[in-house]
């Protein structure tokens, strides 16, 4: 079972800025880490691949430093992995960035499964996983929380809706993006880490992959930013003493009062 999974790295989440004129993540002198939704597909992954045996390849689009982050999932148990970078890429929005993965995807080849996480926590959009299937001509699931049947035929699969669960059958090769449901992501070993730390990982540009560079980067990207603003949160509260027992009943007939103010009962 041979399985690619793209993973991001993203900046901590305390550390997300944008900027404003390009409407784009600023991520120099942000400490990163891999996007943390992308754990569990390489955990998934790991499991089958220990189940089933196989290879598995991380892949990221993203600049030299983001080679880490591919480190550190070899180090939990994945095979090889794949760095395209450059700065044609930069300022890629989630059409590119699929655009560019299906076609590091395509170079790859031989694979069964394509594993990615629900979304990455920078973007918040969950819009690649499902866009690198379309670029491939795959059946999709989204929202995995479990995988009930696996073989090179088909994978049946269990998936998160608005009020249960969906059982679906996709044909070989399919891709899936996780929930948190689907595993545990496992930590890195001295051996896994010491094996990550010597693997050669190759670095794939625009011209080593044949790709127009007007299709790429900022340029090249139909997603347009036309404003961000922060938000602000208003909120004014009611605090209501309860020091002895006769405080404490008017304390809960006011908040039984409020409540049924604002309709949450009766």
Do not use: F, H, W
């Given at each position: 079972m041979n399985i690619i999974i793209p993973i991001k790295q993203v900046?901590?989440?305390?550390?997300?800025?944008?900027?404003?004129?390009?409407?784009?993540?600023?991520?120099?002198?942000?400490?990163?880490?891999?996007?943390?939704?992308?754990?569990?597909?390489?955990?998934?992954?790991?499991?089958?691949?220990?189940?089933?045996?196989?290879?598995?390849?991380?892949?990221?689009?993203?600049?030299?430093?983001?080679?880490?982050?591919?480190?550190?999932?070899?180090?939990?148990?994945?095979d090889d992995g794949v760095l395209i970078s450059g700065k044609e890429f930069a300022g890629s929005d989630t059409w590119v960035t699929s655009y560019v993965l299906s076609e590091a995807i395509k170079k790859i080849g031989d694979y069964d499964l394509i594993l990615a996480g629900e979304r990455a926590t920078d973007g918040e959009t969950g819009q690649v996983g499902p866009e690198i299937a379309s670029f491939l001509d795959l059946p999709m699931?989204?929202?995995?929380?479990?995988?009930?049947?696996?073989?090179t035929e088909s994978v049946v699969v269990e998936r998160l809706i608005e009020e249960e669960y969906e059982m679906l059958r996709l044909s070989m090769p399919a891709l899936l993006t996780v929930v948190k449901e689907i595993s545990y992501p496992r930590l890195p070993t001295l051996r896994g880490k010491q094996r990550a730390k010597k693997i050669a990982i190759p670095v794939w540009s625009k011209d080593s992959m044949e790709l127009?560079?007007?299709?790429?980067?900022?340029?090249?990207s139909p997603t347009r930013v036309v404003k961000?603003?922060?938000?602000?949160?208003?909120r004014n509260g009611m605090v209501i003493p309860a020091d002895d027992e006769e405080s404490t009943v008017r304390a809960v007939n006011q908040m039984l009062d409020f409540m049924r103010e604002k309709n949450l009962i009766r």
């Open positions: 900046p901590e989440t305390g550390n997300v800025k944008m900027d404003e004129e390009t409407g784009t993540v600023v991520r120099e002198g942000a400490a990163s880490i891999i996007n943390p939704l992308d754990l569990y597909a390489v955990e998934t992954g790991i499991q089958l691949k220990e189940k089933l045996g196989g290879k598995i390849t991380v892949i990221t689009m993203g600049p030299r430093s983001a080679e880490k982050a591919l480190r550190e999932a070899i180090s939990m148990g994945c699931a989204a929202y995995t929380s479990r995988i009930v049947e696996l073989n127009d560079e007007a299709n790429l980067g900022l340029k090249g961000i603003s922060t938000p602000q949160v208003l």
